[in-house]
């Protein structure tokens, strides 16, 4: 999900705990235990973290064999391809994870050259692109002349989706989805990426028991990052800070932190790529339940208000009482979550069904989507 | 029959005080990068002493409608010449990238469209403001102050690297990629030791207390975007004249929901901005990915797959200037206008921002100015928006011709003029010139402008939660 997703769920978590929306309330309103604090803010910063530390440090700290940086002037696709085929070719002979990392082409301050890749069992293909700005809107008759377009190099190992190398956990996470979706789906291709704006994209490449080398996009991304080992031990700087500063209620601070962070990764699970949820102990990376992409508007949206509602219900209840709460209070708790929360989500997903219909309707062919989880989308703010 | 005469007299004044502010505040519009809060507290100093110039019952609907007017035509400065101040954020990027496309005219308009939206809205909004919004305004009321401190800690958190991270070692790639980064959290941490210094040592005379901020802002935002513009050699091309606005109903429908989420953090949260507000929304809100890009069998050759681009990528330019403008009016209107909701639960309304901190010492809002307020808006509005399609009109014609470096250095001398006139003179000339220091840098390193908002941000956040004085005297201001 999106960042800001994971910052307000933290937030609306964090505000289910009576005592940490009384000790957040001013101190100058007579509400039991009003002191002003800062609290439901650690819930926010730690639920934004994992992707903070994914995107803005541990990303610049990978060393890929192979980094693919291709010329702006004049692109090479054929080049392009030749590098990603030796870098499964390398893959395949020494059997060690080989990391392959793709820059975007900048041209000028709003303008890149888009290309994109894609991935057969035994070779890849490269097409160069129109000229994209940074809305990745294609500047019209910018596209290469047809001999500089494309090409296709072959690789000597089979490419595969998914890892065979699956752990307890990884089993488990399985068998819950199929419970829940029913069997995957047979034949699942590795998606094509396109590579356009901003920030570069990497893939890990391992050969596995099969001789067939598996296929890892982002390696980097939701590994120890992403696991309640690291919300525990991050946590730790949070009791300690507000137990020497001798805050009142010491203990909830940390328990707020490790909260937001842990509802992030809980978030994270429901995706595609899933995240290494018990770092150190299982350095894998576990599935996720597939449930939603992580671009998908509606679960965000959604996610975003319910969370919002769910905030000012438990802001109100538990410390104002105006709305819920208390006998004198305006409505019943069981009438504004149907008010606020059910109706409006349920005319919102009914619109959004007239929506999505109209746009299908619009679209024409067989259409292939990009990357697995959407995190392909510019990381533009 | 006399009785309704009498009553309607003032009726009449204050239709022609609304016509007036309407008019007044489409031309101080012609001032680039100047701040109607700025220009309403002139106007405040100018009424203040001379009290015969607008009778009281009038004052109100004059500045709402001075502010109203500045909301739909202050999209002229900013769209054609480049013109920021701490709202631009929210439709400086498209306008500029349409105005050198020749496309000014669809950028102004649409804005405008989206601003005339917010009027609707504001107006049909009315049960929402009398029935809902006090409890939600009691409510959060005293969790501003950790509200805030999540607007802080999402607003810099979510300034992503724009580097790809090129470097040999971790650090250069790093380094490569954090430009912007770093860029922002220095200007957010120097607006915000400069926003606690400010609020703790008061640096301007006494007289020019009422506009203290006023040298700071043009500091942070005015003078940054002069210069940058004179840096630049920012020269609009020949603009294209067309009959129709390039945007269909349904953009309005989308555009309408991050503009009533944007404006309406702007209009309620102390120091959030429409800039800020903008920012926000667009996280909230944003539903590009309903369609997203699909290969589909190749269309030219060479091509492998053909990568179809949604409209709705397209569409995000217009629903970007369509809800700036909303977020605007909501933003400088709306703000004032919650002034008005005096209900049982909110019986002083909850009204924020520069016009009602400058209005507040000599004005109070009684019961039933509330409609009062939403006919002023709509008549102001509907008046603003016929002076918008003029102006726009007008500007297409010659935006090319104009001498912009003059009208730039005119508008700094002006500026200046204004700060040393009522701003605090030298003491204001200083302010503003180390504010300007700290503005420049989002110019230079790419991040966002409105982490000067640090300067009233922090200081705003830290009092309401009770810690503002213990912070001064950690940091030896008292």
Partial sequence: MKGMTHFVSGVAAATFIPQVVRISTSARFAVEGAAGSFIIVLAGIFGMLPDTLDFKFNQFFQKPLFKVDPEPSSPDPAEIAAQFARAVNEAGRTGKEVRIQFFPIQLSGNEWRQYCIFFDKKSVSVQVNEIVSTSQIPVPGTAPPADKRSATAEFDYELKPRSEKVDWLNSSVRLLRRLIKGPDKPGKKIPPTTVDILSSTMFGLEKEPDGRVYFNWLPWHRTWTHSYLLGLILSVPVFLGAYLLGVENWSLYGGVAFLGFAVHLTEDMTGHIGGSILWPLMRQRTEGLELFKASDPRTNFSVIYAAFILIIFNIDRFSTQLITGAPESAISWQLFLLLFLALPLLIYFSVMKKIIAAVRKESEGEPEPEEPDGTGDPLID | ?478
């Avoid at chain 2, 629903?319 to 049982?344: E, H, N, P, Q, R």
């Fill in chain 2, 1 to 478: 029959m006399l009785s309704s005469y009498a009553a309607a007299v003032p009726d009449a004044v204050t239709i022609l005080y609304v016509i007036l502010g309407t008019f007044s505040g489409a031309l101080l519009c012609l001032i680039p990068a100047l701040h109607i809060y700025n220009v309403a507290g002139i106007a405040m100093l100018l009424w203040a002493t001379a009290r015969h110039l607008i009778p009281y019952y009038a004052l109100a609907p004059f500045f709402m409608s001075l502010v109203v007017s500045y909301s739909f035509l202050n999209t002229i400065p900013m769209t054609f010449l480049g013109a920021a101040d701490e709202s631009a954020g929210a439709t400086l990027l498209p306008s500029l990238s349409l105005v050198t496309k020749g496309r000014g005219q669809d950028a102004a308009l649409l804005t405008g469209l989206g601003t005339m939206a917010g009027v609707l809205v504001l107006i049909l909004l009315y049960p929402f403001f009398w029935y809902i919004w006090p409890y939600i305004a009691r409510a959060t009321g005293p969790h501003l102050h950790w509200i805030l401190g999540l607007v802080i800690a999402h607003y810099i958190m979510s300034e992503w690297p724009k580097g790809a991270g090129r470097g040999e070692t971790p650090f250069k790639r790093f380094r490569e990629a954090w430009r912007n980064c770093f860029a922002g959290i220095l200007t957010f941490t120097l607006a915000a030791v400069f926003g606690l210094i400010y609020t703790a040592k008061p640096i301007m005379p006494v007289e020019s207390s009422f506009q203290n901020i006023m040298p700071v802002f043009i500091g942070f935002f005015a003078i940054p975007s002069i210069i940058q513009t004179l840096i630049s050699d920012y020269r609009p091309p020949r603009q294209h004249i067309s009959r129709k606005i390039n945007a269909g109903w349904e953009d309005f429908g989308f555009g309408a929901v991050p503009g009533f989420v944007g404006g309406m953090l702007a209009a309620y949260l102390p120091a959030v901005t429409a800039g800020i507000g903008a920012m926000i929304a667009g996280h909230v809100t944003n539903h590009r990915n309903i369609s997203r890009a699909e290969f589909r069998d190749p269309q030219s050759p060479g091509e492998i797959k053909h990568l179809h681009t949604p409209e709705m990528y397209y569409r995000q330019e217009r629903l970007f200037l369509i809800s700036g403008g909303m977020i605007k009016i909501m933003y400088y209107v709306g703000a004032f206008l919650m002034l008005f909701i005096l209900t049982d639960l909110t019986p002083y309304g909850t009204g924020r921002g520069g016009l009602t901190f400058i209005l507040r010492p000599v004005f109070t809002a009684e019961p039933g100015d509330f409609p009062v307020m939403l006919g002023t808006i709509l008549l102001s509005g509907s008046l603003a928006f016929l002076l918008l399609i003029v102006s726009t009109k007008l500007m297409v014609c010659i935006v090319h011709r104009l001498n912009l470096k003059l009208i730039y250095i005119s508008s700094l001398i002006l500026v200046f003029l204004i700060i040393y006139a009522v701003g605090g003179g030298w003491a204001g000339i200083t302010v503003s010139l180390a504010t300007t220091c700290i503005g420049m840098i989002p110019v230079f390193y790419g991040c966002r402008r409105s982490h000067c908002m640090a300067v009233l941000l922090v200081p705003i956040a830290l009092n309401m939660a009770g810690y503002g004085d213990a912070v001064a005297r950690f940091l030896r201001l008292i």
